[in-house]
């Protein structure tokens, strides 16, 4: 008995595909997406006036296990990915130990393979530790990673960074990097504007941005190598990196879903989830990403889930850890900031947050092709719900979306065939055929 979507909005930008289809799901792959499948053998879920994609990648996110698992774990992190609809996420290396040996990477993939819900794949560091002193094995990570990377942290020695690409090149796999020049920077905490100005806070500048983002621009031009500039914020980035598309440089971009959404404003009375790095920015920043995404200069979109324990933000300003947590709500602000108000149209948001990030990573995801792993989303795109970050999944609570109304949610979550987030309406049905259970995630609509 196979699962069959009945007639929903099938958006699959791998395919590019926008049209009313049946998907059949067996054996936890894809068997079929066409006009009218044959309902007979089949469990069959009505998801009319909802979307079917393939499920959400999310390039970008800390889980902090080992070492910082007070504020997030792999059984934590990823139930808090499932009910957004994320079936694979890429986990950066600022773990402690960092990753920047194979014996830490695999024994982060073997609690992952233990107690995750969805797909986890690996950043290996860049440097030791990442100090941005001297390179890690990088030829000993590559069989185990994706990608390669030292964020949050900038890698500050333009020499040391040229020798990592050019040591990066024979492995194939990209370099993501964190731009920001720690001079320019300083300790700010928020974007050098009026608001800064206004509130008494250290500012940091956008020149901060982008000085590192001409420098990487030029090394990846001079090498040849694969780089990705990672939760772009400025609008002077978002020029540079045009240009150097334009010439032809290997680069692609992400940006966040708050710095789609927010703007320096929300600094405003302190709240813990508008402390992130980098800082918000000014309204001319906000709507630079949004064209640069509607023009195709910025790929993809990253939640850049930062989680903080309790205990982190329930202090100064100035003294707390900067970050949000931003798994649950990826899918919901990336459809306000930008389908609601006529930005880009929903199928590409969708290719944003499915087919280009896993492109970007050669990761085996985004897609509804026949005999492709059955990772999949169905979303409610007209479903507004209020963001409760006492509601969330995730041990972090700092969100800079907190009781803001928000449109559009994942109603249910496959990977591989099987349940691991579902709303209350869709699990009786699921559960005859994927196996939904007591641990699957229940989405709150």
């Given at each position: 008995m196979g699962l069959l979507l009945a007639g929903g909005r099938v958006i699959d930008p791998a395919a590019g595909m926008d049209a009313v289809r049946d998907v059949l799901v067996e054996g936890g792959r894809i068997a079929a997406v066409a006009p009218a499948i044959p309902r007979e053998g089949h469990t069959v879920?009505?998801?009319?006036?909802?979307?079917?994609?393939?499920?959400?990648?999310?390039?970008?996110?800390?889980?902090?296990?080992?070492?910082?698992?007070?504020?997030?774990?792999?059984?934590?992190?990823?139930?808090?990915?499932?009910?957004?609809?994320?079936?694979?996420?890429?986990?950066?290396?600022?773990?402690?130990?960092?990753?920047?040996?194979p014996v830490v990477v695999e024994g982060i993939a073997a609690r992952?393979?233990?107690?995750?819900?969805?797909?986890?794949?690996?950043?290996?560091?860049?440097?030791?530790?990442?100090?941005?002193?001297?390179?890690a094995p990088l030829g000993a990570l590559a069989p185990v990673v994706c990608a390669f990377s030292d964020d949050p942290r900038p890698v500050p020695d333009a020499s040391l960074l040229r020798k990592a690409l050019t040591y990066a090149r024979p492995f194939n796999r990209p370099v993501i990097l964190r731009c920001e020049d720690a001079s320019l920077a300083g300790r700010g905490f928020a974007h050098e504007g009026a608001m800064a100005a206004v509130l008494g806070l250290r500012g940091i500048p956008s020149l901060a941005?982008?000085?590192?983002?001409?420098?990487?621009?030029?090394?990846?031009?001079?090498?040849?190598?694969?780089?990705?500039?990672?939760?772009?914020?400025?609008?002077?980035?978002?020029?540079?990196?045009?240009?150097?598309?334009?010439r032809g440089?290997?680069?692609t971009c992400d940006v966040t879903p708050h710095h789609l959404m927010l703007t320096e404003e929300a600094v405003e009375g302190f709240r813990p989830g508008t402390?992130?790095?980098?800082?918000?920015?000014?309204?001319?920043?906000?709507?630079?990403?949004?064209?640069?995404?509607?023009?195709?200069?910025?790929?993809?979109?990253?939640?850049?889930?930062?989680?903080?324990?309790?205990?982190?933000?329930?202090?100064?300003?100035?003294a707390m850890p900067p970050g949000a947590s931003g798994l649950e709500t990826l899918l919901a602000a990336a459809l306000t900031a930008l389908?609601?108000?006529?930005?880009?149209?929903?199928?590409?948001?969708?290719?944003?947050?499915?087919?280009?990030?896993?492109?970007?990573?050669?990761?085996?995801?985004g897609s509804l092709s026949p005999d492709a792993p059955a990772d999949l989303v169905v979303i409610d795109p007209a479903c507004e719900w209020v963001?409760?970050?006492?509601?969330?999944?995730?041990?972090?609570?700092?969100?800079?979306?907190?009781?803001?109304?928000?449109?559009?949610?994942?109603?249910?979550?496959?990977?591989?065939?099987?349940?691991?987030?579902?709303?209350?309406?869709?699990?009786?049905?699921?559960?005859?055929?994927?196996?939904?259970?007591?641990?699957?995630?229940?989405?709150?609509?």
């Open positions: 879920a009505d998801v009319s006036d909802l979307v079917v994609a393939p499920g959400l990648v999310d390039l970008n996110v800390h889980l902090g296990d080992p070492g910082f698992t007070h504020r997030e774990d792999v059984a934590s992190g990823t139930r808090a990915a499932a009910r957004g609809g994320i079936t694979s996420l890429v986990c950066a290396a600022d773990t402690s130990p960092a990753a920047d040996h992952a393979a233990r107690d995750g819900r969805v797909r986890v794949h690996h950043i290996g560091a860049l440097t030791k530790g990442l100090r941005g002193e001297e390179l941005e982008e000085v590192a983002v001409a420098r990487d621009l030029l090394l990846a031009e001079a090498t040849g190598v694969r780089v990705h500039l990672t939760h772009i914020s400025t609008a002077g980035a978002v020029r540079l990196i045009r240009e150097a598309k334009r440089v290997p680069v402390r992130v790095q980098p800082p918000l920015r000014s309204a001319q920043d906000r709507d630079a990403l949004r064209e640069g995404l509607a023009d195709g200069t910025i790929d993809a979109i990253a939640s850049d889930h930062r989680p903080l324990a309790p205990e982190e933000v329930a202090v100064e300003y100035e389908v609601e108000p006529g930005i880009v149209g929903l199928p590409r948001v969708i290719a944003c947050l499915t087919h280009v990030p896993a492109s970007i990573l050669d990761l085996p995801a963001v409760d970050p006492d509601q969330f999944l995730s041990r972090g609570c700092n969100t800079p979306f907190a009781g803001m109304r928000v449109r559009g949610r994942a109603v249910a979550a496959l990977v591989a065939g099987q349940v691991v987030a579902c709303a209350p309406g869709f699990a009786n049905t699921l559960s005859q055929v994927t196996g939904a259970s007591s641990t699957t995630v229940e989405v709150r609509t």
